[in-house]
Structure formats: structure tokens, C-alpha cells
């Protein structure tokens, strides 16, 4: 079992670039692939990102695909995102989560969310 804690988030220029980070308390991090989702205001939840248990393997939203970059450390217990030329629409809440999955894009999959951060992007 792992419990998911997001950095804070932030607000952010158009263009610019923020990282957002997740550590996960538990020994079994390593086991776990781990996602990143977000949520808009009037919005459903939308996938973002994943990666998993080891890191070879990673996916993204066509939206972020180019801009933002997930990776994980697993000595470290910590998941990142890194997020470049950010967008306005890229203004959300953004939850990590760990599962056990078979579709990394799927919310349902994931056993474990942190409580979300949000992230502005705005002039």
C-alpha cells in the first residue's frame, strides 16, 4: 500500500514550465505503476500521464505529448512531471495515483490518489 502526496502546484505564465512532484509513503513504491491525471473546473477527470514500476515504459495524453515529461525515482519513493510551454488549458488539478494496472490511461485502474494540487496557467 502507498499513499500518494502531490507537491503544491502553482500559478504559472503561458510558456513557462513548472515540475510537480509525488512522494509515495510505503516501502512498495517500486511496485506500483504511477499516473498522472487532472481535473478542469466543469471538466471530467482526463489522463495525463503514466509510467511504470521500473520506468522503461511511459504514455501521455496527445495533448501533453512533447511538453511534459513523467519519470519516477524509486530510491526516492517520488514521481515527477515535468511541465514545459505550458498552455492555459493545462490549467487543472492535478492528482497523482498508483495501481497495479493494465490500462495506464484508465482512472479505474489506480488504487491510490494523493489529494491534488492545482496548477494556473495564466497571464
Known amino acids: 500500500q502507498v499513499q500518494p502526496v502531490e507537491s503544491e502546484g502553482g500559478l504559472v505564465q503561458p510558456g513557462g514550465s513548472l515540475r510537480l512532484s509525488c512522494a509515495a509513503s510505503?516501502?512498495?513504491?517500486?511496485?506500483?505503476?504511477m499516473g498522472w491525471f487532472r481535473q478542469a473546473p466543469g471538466k471530467e477527470r482526463e489522463f495525463v500521464a503514466a509510467?511504470?514500476?521500473?520506468?522503461?515504459?511511459?504514455y501521455y495524453a496527445a495533448s501533453v505529448t512533447g511538453r511534459f515529461t513523467i519519470s519516477r525515482d524509486n530510491a526516492k519513493n517520488t514521481l515527477y512531471l515535468q511541465m514545459n510551454s505550458l498552455k492555459p488549458e493545462d490549467t487543472a488539478v492535478y492528482s497523482c495515483a498508483a495501481g497495479l494496472v493494465r490500462n495506464y490511461s484508465d482512472a479505474s485502474d489506480y488504487n491510490y490518489w494523493g489529494r491534488g494540487t492545482q496548477v494556473t496557467v495564466s497571464s
Open positions: 509510467i511504470s514500476w521500473n520506468g522503461v515504459y511511459t
Open positions: 510505503g516501502r512498495t513504491f517500486s511496485n506500483y505503476a
